[in-house]
T-cell receptor, first 113, second 112 residues
Framework: DTEVTQTPKHLVMGMTNKKSLKCEQH?????MYWYKQKAKKPPELMFV???????INESVPSRFSPECPNSSLLNLHLHALQPEDSALYLC????????????FGPGTRLTVT | GESVGLHLPTLSVQEGDNSIINCAYS??????FIWYKQESGKGPQFIID?????DKRQGQRVTVLLNKTVKHLSLQIAATQPGDSAVYFC???????????FGPGTRLSVLP
């Protein structure tokens, strides 16, 4: 199984809502990533979890809160988002340190109204 | 030919021709590079990688060239096919860390 799954595929939320994005992989990878991608732009790294510990936070606003409940799951909790946060949110995983082939999921298309 | 649109450069090639996609990277200390392909509605897909101690690496129908002197990376696709139509990103990495920085991307359009 070389697949990273993400749910939901699409999400529309108001600025006062709380929602969560989910990501799952069963490849035994120990590093998991969240990226944000705006239209016609490259992915931008948000967070990296390595061995279930947050290792990189790219100065992301606190309205985005990542969580790694176990080595297969990665969540991104959303609260009080702004319309400019509307984007494609991509999850990726890789084997771990010194193995950098990242497998990406299809993303969650988020629209904040 | 190649054109630079408002946000995303586009390269149009005839089916069967070879494609060359270019990338200028920003950090002279970067020592590992990856090319990704992103089709519409999908996440990026790994194509090929190269480390800074190499200047060329070949895969199936793809070749990556690295010129560290001018901080330039290129992806060559042989006998381009309609299924190669996508946006291609280069990504650079420093010290084999986990922080990859993606280039702006190039849209490849294959003409019948």
């Amino acid at each position: 199984d070389t697949e990273v799954t993400q749910t939901p595929k699409h999400l529309v939320m108001g600025m006062t809502n709380k929602k969560s994005l989910k990501c799952e992989q069963h490849m035994g990878h120990r590093a998991m990533y969240w990226y944000k991608q705006k239209a016609k732009k490259p992915p931008e790294l948000m967070f990296v979890y390595s061995y279930e510990k947050l290792s990189i936070n790219e100065s992301v606003p606190s309205r985005f809160s990542p969580e790694c409940p176990n080595s297969s799951l990665l969540n991104l909790h959303l609260h009080a988002l702004q319309p400019e946060d509307s984007a494609l949110y991509l999850c990726a995983s890789s084997q771990g340190e010194r193995s950098y082939e990242q497998y990406f999921g299809p993303g969650t298309r988020l629209t904040v109204t | 030919g190649e054109s630079v649109g408002l946000h995303l450069p586009t390269l149009s090639v005839q089916e069967g021709d070879n494609s060359i996609i270019n990338c200028a990277y920003s950090n002279s200390a970067s020592d590992y590079f990856i090319w990704y392909k992103q089709e519409s509605g999908k996440g990026p897909q790994f194509i090929i990688d190269i480390r800074s101690n190499m200047d060329k690496r070949q895969g199936q129908r793809v070749t990556v060239l690295l010129n560290k002197t001018v901080k330039h990376l290129s992806l060559q696709i042989a006998a381009t096919q309609p299924g190669d139509s996508a946006v291609y990103f280069c990504a650079e990495n420093k010290n084999y860390g986990q922080n990859f920085v993606f280039g702006p991307g190039t849209r490849l359009s294959v003409l019948p």
